[in-house]
């Protein structure tokens, strides 16, 4: 699929969707809409489709700013339900620079503002706002974030 932001590659299967989009901050928009519309179409609640959005927004900035400092790359997203239907597992996939953002220490949010360490802020917040976070540097030189966020008991899973 072509578009204005470059070359799309979507599979769905089951509520599955994969999307290759390139590393540039424009291109979230396109993953924005299939994340609304995959939440739509399990019935989440406002609040942890804010949080799924939330989530996605600040790793997927922080690839198109870091992983590919020299020329542009892609990203590889996919959103998938697990097998029993109480989560959403996102997953970044890029061939960047490696970095695991879960090595990173924890930002002292209780330091005045002028006397924190630059960065770190961001996957502290997608900690707290996902139900698992997971990372891994694979066999074929990709770093792999993978994000979970269950289904409250409450919400109605299938469409």
């Known amino acids: 699929m072509e578009n204005a932001i ?31 519309a995959a939440a739509a179409q399990f019935r989440m609640p406002e ?23 020299d020329d542009g790359g892609t990203v590889e997203v996919r959103l998938a339900e697990n097998s ?37 802020l961001g996957i502290h917040i997608v900690r707290h706002l996902m139900d698992g976070v997971a990372y891994r540097r694979t066999d074929d030189g990709r770093n792999l974030l993978t994000l979970t966020k269950l289904f409250p008991a409450s919400a109605e899973v299938r469409p």
């Open 6 to 36: 470059g070359r799309s590659e979507d599979r769905r299967i089951r509520g599955i969707f994969t999307l290759s989009l390139p590393a540039r901050r424009d291109a979230f928009e396109l993953l924005r809409e299939r994340l609304a």
């Open 47 to 69: 609040r942890e489709t804010d949080h799924l959005l939330i989530a996605a927004d600040e790793v997927f900035s922080n690839i198109a700013e870091y992983a590919y400092p």
């Open 84 to 120: 029993d239907g109480t989560a959403l597992s996102m997953s970044f996939s890029d061939r960047g620079i490696p970095f695991d953002p879960l090595a990173a220490p924890p930002p002292d949010t209780a330091a005045p503002p002028a006397e924190r360490r630059i960065g770190g």
